[in-house]
């Protein structure tokens, strides 16, 4: 069973930036995490839970949904266990509670996530 925690959130001005991390463990094999597709999600109050942006285990896929292009970027560290996402440029509109999520497989998708975290809250103020 993986577990996921993220940290990284808070309160920022609209334009500004933050970096969240999210850390993985609990995995069963020594290398567990290179197997992992890692993404990022969010839900804003009110709405629906929506994906922000996946990296494959490998690193050399990433995939974002189309509102953060440009000013998101997804990153990893296979030997911290640990996925990351920058967010540059924030808008009021990006405030929501953003989550970690891993699942098995080869390549950045939006689907079909296995294991998620607790979530943590990114506040924009205008």
């Known amino acids: 069973q993986v577990q996921l925690v993220e940290a990284g959130g808070g309160l920022v001005q609209a334009g500004g930036s933050l970096r969240l991390s999210c850390v993985a463990s609990g995995g069963t094999s020594r290398n567990y995490f290179t197997n992992l597709v890692m993404g990022w999600f969010r839900q804003a109050p009110g709405k629906e839970r929506e994906f922000v942006a996946s990296m494959s285990a490998s690193e050399t896929n990433t995939l974002y949904t189309d509102s953060v292009k440009g000013r998101f970027t997804v990153s990893r560290d296979n030997n911290k266990n640990t996925v990351y996402l920058q967010m540059n440029s924030l808008k009021p509109e990006d405030t929501a509670i953003y989550y970690c999520?891993?699942?098995?497989?080869?390549?950045?998708?939006?689907?079909?996530?296995?294991?998620w975290g607790q979530g943590t809250q990114v506040t924009v103020s205008s």
């Open positions: 999520a891993a699942r098995f497989g080869p390549f950045a998708t939006r689907n079909n996530y296995l294991y």
